[in-house]
């Protein structure tokens, strides 16, 4: 998934080499924490948070089959 959430983020982005990723696993769901550079949060999160909500249900549509919650958190 985090590569996924990478790719993603990369392809929406102009500073490439700023994206990362990093994975925390609690009992019950996996969190993400996407950060980019301070100037590409606007194409992240997109208007009214669409683009970022698009990421969220690509994630739910991806986890559903390891019975897991994953959340994504934008830095």
Do not use: C, P, W
């Amino acid at each position: 998934m985090e590569e996924l959430v990478e790719f993603l983020a990369k392809s929406l982005v102009e500073d490439q080499d700023a994206v990362q990723v990093h994975r925390k696993e609690t009992r019950y769901a996996t969190i993400l924490k996407l950060r980019v550079a301070q100037e590409d949060m606007g194409r992240v999160i997109g208007r009214n948070g669409r683009v970022a909500n698009s990421i969220r249900a690509l994630l739910r549509v991806s986890a559903r089959d390891s019975h897991r919650e994953v959340m994504l958190d934008i830095d």
